[in-house]
Nanobody, 116 residues
Framework: QVQLAESGGGLVQAGGSLRLACAAS????????VAWYRQAQGKAREWVAR???????GYADSVKGRFTLSRDNGKNTVYLQMNNLKPEDTAVYLC??????????WGQGTQVTVSS
């Protein structure tokens, strides 16, 4: 089993920044990948970004140039730095880890609200 703890959400004005964290525990996390998704009110869950064990990353077009992933393997934590936030970024942000066996684990989510 893998446990995921998300933090860093909050209320910020448009143009501001937030840094989300996803801390994982409970098993050997080597060779896993971690993704961020978001779900806005009344909308489907949307993939935001993904990072792999070798620190390869990918981003949705909607956040490219504004969001940046990083990973601290020693702390088993993935960070999502969000800059130049826009009202359309408002959503619950969820952390996902997929094991090498293909088993997904999800965090509870953290609310990000961007005001205009």
């Amino acid at each position: 089993q893998v446990q995921l703890a998300e933090s860093g959400g909050g209320l910020v004005q448009a143009g501001g920044s937030l840094r989300l964290a996803c801390a994982a525990s409970g098993s050997n996390l080597a060779f896993n990948s971690v993704a961020w998704y978001r779900q806005a009110q009344g909308k489907a869950r949307e993939w935001v970004a993904r990072i792999y064990s070798g620190n390869t990353t990918g981003y949705a077009d909607s956040v490219k140039g504004r969001f940046t992933l990083s990973r601290d393997n020693g702390k088993n934590t993935v960070y999502l730095q969000m800059n130049n936030l826009k009202p359309e970024d408002t959503a619950v942000y969820l952390c996902q880890l997929i094991t090498t066996a293909g088993n997904p684990y999800w965090g509870q989510g953290t609310q990000v609200t961007v005001s205009s």
